[in-house]
């Protein structure tokens, strides 16, 4: 017996037994096997929280609440490989209740604060959310519930949401308030963007796309009445092609904002690959896959920024605008890790040495899990070697999108 106030007695042994009884639960339900599974299953049990009737993700230990994108982005490992199935509507709920004029929250304030709508990818991520519940589970009844509120948002993106956020005459997506971060490179020093993305970010475009194809595929499924959304994807894709390619460099451009085209080489274009509806040709899959593997691939995930342009920094330290100005200008995310995969077997095929490379891409994580935090896998890491994690020591969607791809690719760890 172990007590802390006198006359007050906890049975430790018993409080043990608990925790050990849980976690087998946890690694039982998961679907994802082996030693680094069963560990990224554990850890992604302590992202998932309760808000209200619904359940939400902290994006992130010990400093961040939940963010909308983060929660969104880790919703597939988190809920769907674990096992989680009959916990994930409620997350979805809770998101699809937020949603206003098209937009969702960045964060969810704390303490009466207001809210700010300013996450151009949050409502798709929502749309891709719902997608992936939808081919785990095949729960129309679920999915037709949040059918209105998907409208709404490929609705506001067509026609005009908050922060100027529309549809150009070419089907692709603006997101023009280069002033105000409105993609998750939001870093700003002094109340300056420190990557400004103003204009039409391509993963903006990888998801509007993937968004409208799931639309049609969705109301085909419901036999609800079509709205033109197949009309729409398929301008928006011959624009993409016709203007993000890059030939020199055999990768996308990062954006367009008017004629420039932003050459910078960022791991965002993967995103064109590795969506279920793919925006970008298939003969540039590989192009595209190969480049990032060569100049932003690590061990611990893939860089911000090449580290050939000016702009990079291969180390994420000193104060905190030094820290700010690096975040997404070289620094390493382990996240991307996950589309990259991903986008990879698109590239080169599903096959057993295919198989074999993700295991390899994957091993390092073994040894990460006690390196930082402890069963955790970090926010960031130094985009030079040795690749010193920082950040927070325990990140949602480090976690969720490893489990994610180990699940859907059938690795064992």
């Known amino acids: 017996m172990f007590s802390v106030v006198p006359g007050l007695a906890f049975p430790a042994e018993g409080?043990?037994?608990?925790?050990?009884?849980?976690?087998?639960?946890?690694?039982?339900?998961?679907?994802?096997?082996?030693?680094?599974?069963?560990?990224?299953?554990?850890?992604?049990?302590?992202?998932?929280?309760?808000?209200g009737e619904g359940s939400s993700v902290i994006a992130g230990y010990p400093w961040?609440?939940?963010?909308?994108?983060?929660?969104?982005?880790?919703?597939?490992?988190?809920?769907?490989?674990?096992?989680?199935?009959?916990?994930?509507?409620?997350?979805?709920?809770?998101?699809?209740?937020?949603?206003?004029?098209?937009?969702?929250?960045?964060?969810?304030?704390e303490g009466g604060s207001s809210v700010a709508y300013n996450a151009v990818d949050a409502p798709l991520w929502f749309i891709r959310a719902v997608q992936a519940y939808h081919k785990a589970t095949h729960d129309?009844?679920?999915?037709?519930?949040?059918?209105?509120?998907?409208?709404?948002?490929?609705?506001?993106?067509?026609?005009?949401?908050?922060?100027?956020?529309?549809?150009?005459?070419?089907?692709?997506?603006?997101?023009?308030?280069?002033?105000?971060?409105?993609t998750w490179m939001d870093a700003r020093v002094d109340g300056?963007?420190?990557?400004?993305?103003?204009?039409?970010?391509?993963?903006?475009?990888?998801?509007?796309?993937?968004?409208?194809?799931?639309?049609?595929?969705?109301?085909l499924r419901l036999k609800e009445a079509g709205r033109g959304y197949d009309q729409l994807a398929q301008v928006a894709q011959k624009s993409f092609n016709e203007k993000f390619w890059n030939e020199e460099d055999q990768c996308l451009y990062d954006g367009l904002d008017g004629k420039h085209r932003d050459p910078a080489?960022?791991?965002?274009?993967?995103?064109?690959?590795?969506?279920?509806?793919?925006?970008?040709?298939?003969?540039?899959?590989?192009?595209?896959?190969?480049?990032?593997?060569?100049?932003?691939?690590?061990?611990?995930?893939?860089?911000?920024?090449?580290g050939r342009f000016p702009e990079y920094r291969g180390r994420c330290e000193g104060s905190p605008h030094e820290r700010d100005g690096a975040y997404h200008q070289g620094t390493v995310w382990p996240w991307l890790l996950g589309p990259f995969m991903t986008a990879y077997v698109k590239a080169f095929g599903s096959t057993e040495e295919t198989k074999k490379q993700l295991v390899r891409f994957l091993q390092p994580f073994l040894h990460h899990l006690t390196e930082a935090g402890v069963g955790q896998v970090s926010e960031i890491f130094d985009g030079n070697p040795p690749h010193t994690p920082r950040g927070c020591p325990a990140q949602a969607w480090s976690v969720g999108e490893l489990l994610r791809v180990m699940w859907e690719e059938g690795v064992t760890l």
């Open 64 to 109: 961040f609440g939940d963010w909308s994108r983060d929660a969104l982005i880790s919703f597939p490992g988190l809920f769907l490989a674990t096992g989680r199935w009959s916990e994930a509507p409620g997350l979805l709920n809770t998101f699809a209740r937020h949603v206003r004029q098209g937009l969702l929250p960045n964060l969810f304030p």
């Open 15 to 51: 409080w043990e037994e608990e925790e050990r009884e849980q976690r087998r639960k946890i690694v039982k339900g998961s679907l994802v096997r082996g030693a680094l599974g069963g560990a990224l299953s554990l850890a992604a049990d302590q992202f998932v929280v309760s808000r």
């Open 140 to 182: 129309d009844a679920s999915v037709r519930t949040w059918l209105p509120v998907m409208r709404d948002i490929v609705d506001a993106y067509q026609n005009g949401a908050g922060y100027d956020i529309h549809m150009d005459g070419d089907g692709l997506i603006v997101a023009p308030a280069a002033d105000v971060p409105l």
């Open 265 to 306: 080489l960022r791991p965002n274009a993967l995103l064109a690959v590795s969506l279920p509806y793919e925006i970008l040709e298939e003969k540039h899959f590989r192009p595209v896959v190969e480049t990032a593997w060569w100049e932003l691939h690590t061990s611990r995930g893939l860089r911000t920024l090449a």
């Open 192 to 219: 300056q963007s420190v990557t400004p993305r103003g204009g039409k970010p391509v993963e903006i475009q990888a998801l509007w796309y993937n968004a409208l194809q799931f639309l049609v595929e969705i109301q």
